[in-house]
């Protein structure tokens, strides 16, 4: 299992992937998820991974040179000039089937499912940034402002903190500190996501990144991060008032009456009706 989230704001876009694969409880191996394609001046776009490590890996190196035809007659359109990160997407989802077509029967035939999630994001000289998240079939799906990030893998950890932070106006650092506490919090509850790291940081317009680091057990920040992240965490807990059984004085009782919904009832012999 893996995670893999990206984010995109009005100031740019943060990619954030885990390097942790296992093919069971004695199989774990370390496997980078992110790939970063960049022609400074003309385009930056990012990759995130999850799912099959072999069909993944595969996308990735057929990328490089798939190739969809031009509806306008033109040359081939490759993630090298592509126009657009629509485009760009399409060749990405070119590169999926074109796997699937080689290697989908054969697995099939092993029992494996053919099974890998993408995260694929950037800008193109000429157009604003775009994210899109790509399915194993090879179709995907765009950003909004309503839906302004993508997960893959052990999403559900990391998510509740997202919905409440991240909007397309967040700052691009603030938005890094979110996707670090995310990925915090799914590396505390799943032990199938580890590290290190890779973080890439764009911002709009500028078609290259020099904010890409990778971040191990002893990056300075990321301990900062796991252990104010707990202790706040703990600090805002103990803060809420505990529930009160016996009456006394509260501004917030659990205990009040309602005419629509009324205690459960107990169920004492054989004979009561559960209705």
Not at 2 to 7: L, N
Not at 88 to 101: D, F, K, Q, T
Not at 204 to 223: A, G, W
Not at 251 to 265: D, M
Request: charge should be negative; glycine fraction near 8%; hydrophobic fraction near 40%.
């Amino acid at each position: 299992m893996t995670y893999c989230v990206a984010v995109k704001l009005n100031a740019g876009l943060v990619f954030l992937s885990d390097s942790r694969t296992n093919a069971g409880l004695d199989q774990i191996s370390t496997f980078r998820k992110m790939i970063v394609y960049e022609k400074p001046g003309e385009r930056f776009m990012c990759l995130l991974s999850a799912g099959n490590l072999s069909i993944s890996q595969s996308v990735r190196e057929i990328l490089q040179v798939e190739q969809v035809e031009d509806i306008d007659g033109g040359e081939p359109i490759t993630i090298w000039n592509a126009k657009s990160m629509f485009d760009a997407a399409r060749v990405l989802g070119s590169a999926v089937r074109h796997v699937y077509e080689r290697d989908g029967e054969s697995l099939k035939r092993a029992g494996v499912e053919f099974n890998v999630s993408m995260i694929f994001g950037g800008q193109i000289l000429g157009e604003g940034m775009r994210l899109f998240q790509v399915y194993s079939a090879g179709n995907f799906i765009e950003a909004t402002a309503e839906t302004p990030f993508f997960q893959v893998g052990e999403s559900k950890y990391g998510k509740p903190v997202l919905d409440r932070v991240i909007t397309p106006e967040t700052p691009l650092d603030e938005a890094a500190k979110c996707v670090l506490v995310s990925m915090d919090s799914t590396l505390k509850s799943n032990l199938s996501v580890g590290l290190p790291l890779d973080l890439a940081v764009y911002e709009v317009d500028q078609l290259q990144s020099d904010k890409i680091t990778c971040i191990d057990e002893n990056n300075p920040y990321f301990r900062m991060v796991h252990n104010t992240w707990g202790q706040k965490l703990r600090e805002v807990f103990d803060s809420i008032e505990h529930p009160t059984w016996d009456g006394s004085h509260t501004e917030v009782p659990l205990i009040c009456g309602s005419a629509r919904n009324q205690p459960l009832k107990k169920i004492s012999n054989s004979k009561e009706k559960l209705i």
